[in-house]
Nanobody, 123 residues
């Protein structure tokens, strides 16, 4: 398994931007599809975005499409989530996750998880 550590969260005003980073341990990072998920208080964890092993394919939840961008740097063992035009409803704990399955998009496909990082968007 791969160990994941998120960073870059915090408090931002509506309309602002944040970039989350997720650093992975190990030398096999490029063999994992990577994803970002989020969980708001009282709600289930939900899919945000995923990226393929090479970074050539990305997939987004409708709620963030056009506002968020996922990318990865396999040389740095890091995946990013650039969040723009943030809304109060984006407030949640954001989790980075890794999947050994190509094309993974559902939570059950992801086997390694970070500890999560808080993102709060004020109105």
């Amino acid at each position: 398994q791969v160990q994941l550590v998120e960073s870059g969260g915090g408090l931002v005003q509506a309309g602002g931007s944040l970039r989350l980073s997720c650093a992975a341990s190990g030398r096999t990072f490029s063999t994992y599809a990577m994803g970002w998920f989020r969980q708001a208080p009282g709600k289930d964890r939900e899919f945000v975005a995923t990226i393929s092993r090479s970074g050539g394919n990305t997939y987004y939840a409708d709620s963030v499409k056009g506002r968020f961008s996922i990318s990865r740097d396999n040389a740095k063992n890091t995946v990013y989530l650039q969040m723009s035009s943030l809304k109060p409803e984006d407030t949640a704990v954001y989790y980075c996750a890794a999947s050994p399955f190509m094309g993974a998009t559902v939570i059950s496909d992801f086997r390694s998880w970070g500890q999560g990082i808080q993102v709060t968007v004020s109105s």
